[in-house]
């Protein structure tokens, strides 16, 4: 796939206009942060990771400036894997909580939700690679009748981010447990460094200004960035056309019949 094309997938997938991909892309090759080379038949093929940086710019910066600003934060993410039913209960004691009830029948679910594409990283990765690793999984040969598998991995997936205070989750709809990624800036010295005091609620909200913004997207754009990968772009005009071709072929065969009359 080039250049071009992972921009029109990436604005198919996020249902966002090309526009702002492309101001969005221009800012990372800028930058280093995405593959180049020549133009035409020369353009290079891009990778998931060039796809997972350009959903991640277009998804979790709250103006088109900050594309390399949001990437470079979300590539010092750290992971954080849920927290499972007797970590949660311990902590709801130690807070003198009640358990919440039903929590535990949440617990299988949770214990389930790490994707094989997440589970094959290194416990340092950090957001940006998770992603490349579901786009990379997402891209794989489609064979027939494995539509719905590939819906029932990705569909139910969600995926948000958090700017300006650098934070993001990868779950499943309906369930507790999510893979979290928070900021930690690195530091040469880590034992030297001090443990700041804990401040008060009322000192830690004072530090808070500006637009706080929390957006998300399904799995379903993860998919479609997959296909894009498998096809070499996307070959439709909008989000709503990519999805109806996916759905059911009774459904295919009507719109087919519909176009042909």
Not at 10 to 27: C, F, G, M, W
Not at 134 to 151: M, N, R, V
Request: hydrophobic share 40%; proline share 5%; with cysteine.
């Amino acid at each position: 796939m080039t250049p071009g094309q992972l921009v029109k997938a990436v604005s198919i997938a996020l249902d966002v206009p090309e526009e702002t991909v492309v101001q969005h892309d221009r800012n990372l090759v800028v930058a280093g942060l995405r593959t180049k080379g020549g133009r035409g038949r020369s353009a290079p093929m891009v990778t998931p990771l060039d796809a997972a940086r350009l959903l991640t710019a277009t998804l979790a910066s709250i103006r088109t400036k900050d594309s390399v600003a949001s990437v470079n934060a979300f590539e010092q993410t750290v992971f954080e894997p849920p927290t499972t039913l007797g970590e949660r209960i311990a902590e709801y004691r130690a807070r003198g909580v009640t358990v919440p009830q039903g929590d535990e029948h949440q617990a299988d679910d949770e214990e389930k939700f790490f994707d094989l594409a997440i589970m094959s990283l290194p416990k340092s990765h950090n957001f940006i690679e998770a992603l490349a690793a579901l786009i990379t999984h997402a891209s794989g040969p489609l064979h027939a009748g494995e539509l719905d598998q590939l819906k029932k991995r990705f569909a139910a997936v969600i995926i948000n981010c958090e700017m300006p205070y650098v934070s993001a989750s990868i779950g499943r709809i309906g369930t507790a447990g999510s893979a979290r990624y928070r900021f930690h800036e690195p530091t040469s010295k880590p034992q030297a460094q001090k443990r700041e005091p804990k401040l008060e609620k009322h000192d830690l909200y004072f530090k808070f200004y500006g637009i706080q913004q929390r957006r998300s997207v399904y799995g379903s754009a993860i998919m479609l960035l997959g296909r894009a990968f498998r096809e070499g772009g996307l070959s439709f005009g909008t989000t709503r056309e990519a999805m109806l071709d996916w759905s059911s072929p009774v459904a295919k065969s009507k719109r087919t019949l519909k176009k042909a009359s």
